[in-house]
């Protein structure tokens, strides 16, 4: 498609049984759309279960584990909300790992909802303004950042919002962002891509 602003740019997203499904189905439709590749890494092979509003949701199959996972393959990470996958994945140390390493590197990474849970515990809330899930901006503020109550937020690599009512604003700054990453890094995994794949 002539119009794709992110072709071949690889996305990761992390996530654990119990995300908010449309936190993650819709952001990614975004992202394939406009020509990115997404691929979910989580705690284990196999599937993990999405939720709608808590009810169970859907299945949907792991790429690689947060172990096997090198935040230099990607250019980009989504964090989708939900109590449940928030609260997880929050202690996962390769987790954390993961999204400090693409911050050092000035990648863009995208929260929604509970997903902002992880960029406090990783450390990278101090300074920043954010938003999130209204019922953990304590955990936020504690964590050093701005909190605020808006549906999306942008600051500098960092994009935030609050709900799913808040995806067409989040889909819209989250591959502006993206966008901006590919145009201004012209080294990035969605150029090497481009050349076609690796042996």
């Keep these: 498609m002539d119009n794709q602003t992110l072709p071949g740019l ?32 989580s705690g284990a092979r196999g599937k993990v279960k999405g939720v709608h509003h808590g009810a169970p949701g859907d299945d949907f199959n792991v790429d690689a584990t947060f ?17 449940e996958n928030g609260d997880r994945i929050r202690g996962v140390s390769a987790a954390q790992d993961f999204v400090r390493h693409m911050d050092e590197e000035g990648k863009p990474i995208a929260a929604i ?7 406090a515990s990783a450390g990278l809330a101090q300074g920043r303004t954010l938003t999130s ?18 549906e999306v937020v942008v600051d500098r690599n960092l994009v935030t919002s609050r709900k799913p009512e808040d995806i067409p604003a989040f889909n819209e700054k989250m591959v502006e962002a993206f966008s901006w990453r590919m145009n201004a890094n012209p080294g990035t995994q969605a150029e090497r891509a481009s050349a076609g794949p690796s042996s």
């Design 10 to 41: 690889h996305v990761a997203v992390l996530l654990t049984d119990g995300f908010e499904q449309v936190e993650f189905t819709e952001p990614r439709s975004a992202l394939e759309q406009n020509g990115a590749i997404v691929k979910i890494i």
């Design 67 to 83: 172990d096997e996972a090198d935040p230099m393959d990607f250019d980009a990470v989504l964090l989708p909300g939900g109590k």
């Design 133 to 150: 899930w209204p019922s953990i901006q304590d955990d936020l503020r504690s964590a050093g950042a701005n909190w605020v109550d808006e």
């Design 113 to 119: 909802c509970h997903g902002s849970w992880l960029l």
